[in-house]
Structures are given as structure tokens and as C-alpha cells.
């Protein structure tokens, strides 16, 4: 089986630019989440989807990002406009059907971000 | 809450053991464990649903204690390949899954 897809998987683009990361989870699952990576932070959850429907989004750092998920086999995290210190790894998971944090996460190769 | 992880980092011999610890101040139901290596994404090791709960995969086991919401992470007779960064996830009422800053192991030759 296929796991879950990310794209692109390096992105490097200037300041100031929109920035736009999908995803694609694992098939039947129905929870996905977008994270974010850094040294400085560690691994930060963004915002989390069950069902395409978003549960919550506390940790999204401001309006300049935005997710959607207009169906159970796509979603994107978008970032407008970008500014240097949005540089991170973003990775995307999913996870079966089940109690929130009961099921294990299953993550993209993530992709590598770099606002100049 | 971001659980609390010791040690922060850890270096060993091959064949060695090593113990690596979550806690956190919130009253847990699950506890996740996940392995990353260098410049890949995280990988699923185990999950740990009863306080109590004890679960093996390999030469790596894990525990659960509800009442104390702590668990540990046991890594037997270490190989070169359990080197990466071992981070530690939680999951309580009222509070989104949060990992742990994680530990980073070293197995040396």
C-alpha cells in the first residue's frame, strides 16, 4: 500500500511568496495532521483533520498559513506570505478511524522549506 | 503540555542497553513511541493504551504507567541501526496529541 505523499518535497522560494504543501494520506484513513519541524522547536502540531473537517487548528503560528482538506485524499497547508522564518520541514500524517492520539500516525517524507 | 523526555541524548556500544523516559503532568490515555533518523521522517515504533500496558516490537519494549503518566522506552542489546532520535507523543482529554522534544541515540561499533 501506498503511504502517505507529499509534494513538493524541497521548495526553496523568496520572501514574500505564497507557498502551497499537499499531501495525500493513506487510503481509508480519516484523521490527517500537519506538523511542522525545527531545531529550535522540535515537532510542533499545526492543525489536525478528521473526516476532511478541521478539529484544530491552535497551533497554527498565524494567518499567514491556512489548511484545507476538500476530501479524504488531499489536503494542503498553504503560507502567504512567506517569511524566512517559516523555514522548516512540514510533515503531513494520517491515521485510522479510532479515538484521537488511540491510533498510530503514519507520516509523509515531509518537505523541506526554505524562504530566502 | 510538551511531555518532558530524559535523557536528552544517549550514546552506546553495540549490545548495549538503554532506557529512555516520557512524563508528563497531564493524566494520559495513550503514549506513542517514534524513531527518526537523520533527515527522514518519523517512523512508528509502538502505542501504549492501559496504564500498566507493557509491549515489545523486537528487541524494543515500552511501558505504561497511568497513575505516574509515565512511560519508558527498553532498548536490549542495541544495534547500529536503533541510532536516530526517539521522541516520545501524549495524549490526554482536553489537549491535542503533543510529542516530547525527543532523545537522540548514538550506537557506536
Redesign the interface.
Known sequence: DAGVIQSPRHEVTEMGQEVTLRCKPISGHDYL?WYRQTMMR??E?LI?FNNNVPI?D??MPEDRFSAKMPNASFSTLKIQPSEPRDSAVY?CASSPPG????????????TRLSIL | Q?PVQSPQAVILREGEDAVINCSSSKAL??V?W?RQKHG?????LM?L?KGGEQKGHEKISASFNEKKQQSSLYLTASQLSYSGTY?C????HGQ???????TRLSVLP
Do not use: C, K, M, R
Open positions: 495532521f522540535g515537532l502540531l489536525y484544530d491552535s497551533g510533515f479515538q484521537t492520539g488511540g491510533q498510530p500516525q503514519h507520516f509523509g517524507d515531509g | 510538551q490515555y495513550s506513542h517514534y527522514e521522517a518519523p517512523v512508528f502505542i493504551l521522541f507523543g501524549t495524549a490526554s491535542n496529541f503533543v510529542f516530547g522534544p525527543g
